[in-house]
């Protein structure tokens, strides 16, 4: 009886790294219409690695063999995880984001409209002041904003004159569209920069109009680059969000269905991104808010072509959104390892007003001789 149970359990063992592997394999199989699964294969992944931890346990007084193989299908996760957790103790971290020489500081921040919302407010609009002050002191020289909010005729939300900080810095927005007559301000995204802007454009990248992609190129120490603003499909999310008249199953089908709408239209999004930068006559650097954790389909798909700075540079798990689930590390920075080196690359996490927090990171030219 007792060898029959142990029989059935190694079936289950076995089903369950078939199932593990077939996890790990999905990082490669694009989600869009038809293979919208492999997204939520993708997602579990952490999860399916660490509970080899509990079958290792159970197996290493019984089956040897099997234990072993709970360690190989661990290890097998390994190129799956390798964003998700960095050890880079020399990292360059400057006060704030202050460079020397042929440096260059970016900073990513998803602003959330500045909380012009009044479920997002303090009193006095306390914190929407601050957090506006924040954005403009920083001394980042480059600052890629996303979901911003402007108003001109506000004392506290003409955002872009703040930053701006009377023509310390020059910068390219790209409002969303309103059907809205009355309006008195508009939303969405920016670019900042200490450095002149010679070019600069946006690319839709989807049906939705809040989802695009936004660039400018500048010169820097004689060579002329491109900075990319991201902002892919958001899943809109909230775990706590389901209501007395609605029952638990119903709130969690409706999560699932977002999901999977984010992984499509991710999906479409990144190969229309990407194939916009494989056409940049310039060395890039790509920022912002990609809704995607480092074990998803769109991660790898960039890290194909580009490198990630956090990967490079930082260090910890790095995680970039605040709220529930929080351990989630969605905003990140991608560049043109063959012009540029990553020098530190940091989430400042003190940083309290958003949804999101700022990434900061340091950039450095790599001399002629490497990039030839």
Not at 142 to 157: A, G, H, M
Request: proline share 5%; glycine share 6%.
């Amino acid at each position: 009886m007792k060898q029959a149970r142990y029989s059935f359990v190694s079936w289950i063992f076995l089903l369950y790294g078939c199932f593990a592997l077939l996890c790990y394999a999905s990082l490669w199989i694009p989600p869009g219409e038809g293979w919208w699964w492999a997204g939520f294969l993708s997602l579990s992944i952490p999860l399916v690695t660490l509970s080899f931890l509990l079958w290792l346990l159970f197996w290493m007084p019984r089956r040897r063999l099997y234990a072993w193989l709970s360690v190989l299908w661990m290890l097998a996760a390994t190129p799956t995880l390798d964003g998700v957790f960095q050890l880079n103790w020399n990292s360059y971290a400057p006060s704030q984001g202050k460079t020397t020489g042929n440096m260059l500081s970016i900073m990513s921040y998803n602003v959330r409209v500045f909380n012009v919302y009044e479920h997002l407010q303090a009193e006095d609009s306390l914190i929407s002041r601050q957090m506006i002050q924040w954005v403009s002191e920083h001394p980042a020289q480059i600052k890629c904003l996303q979901e911003i909010y402007n108003e001109d005729s506000s004392k506290v939300f003409n955002t872009v004159a703040k930053i701006a900080q009377k023509g310390k810095y020059n910068y390219y927005l790209a409002p969303l569209p309103s059907n809205n007559p009355y309006k008195v301000g508009y939303f969405g995204m920016g670019i900042f920069s200490v450095y002149p802007i010679v070019h600069s454009g946006y690319l839709e990248l989807g049906h939705r109009r809040s989802n695009r992609a936004i660039f400018i190129d500048i010169v820097h120490e004689k060579d002329t680059v491109r900075i990319y603003n991201v902002h892919l499909a958001s899943m809109s999310i909230d775990i706590n969000g389901h209501t007395p008249s609605s029952s638990k199953a119903a709130h969690w089908v409706n999560v699932l269905r977002k999901l999977k709408e984010g992984f499509i239209r991710r999906t479409h999004e990144q190969a229309r991104l990407l194939e916009h930068i494989k056409r940049s006559p310039y060395p890039v650097i790509v920022c912002g808010d990609f809704n995607a954790v480092p074990h998803s389909y769109t991660y790898h798909t960039f890290k194909k072509h580009l490198s990630n700075a956090f990967e490079e540079a930082g260090t910890g798990f790095g995680f970039t959104y605040s709220n529930p689930p929080l351990l989630l590390r969605i905003d990140h920075q991608f560049f043109d390892d063959t012009f540029w080196q990553v020098l530190g690359c940091h989430v400042l996490r003190h940083v309290p007003y958003s949804d999101h927090y700022p990434l900061v990171a340091i950039y450095q030219k790599r001399s002629k001789a490497h990039r030839q």
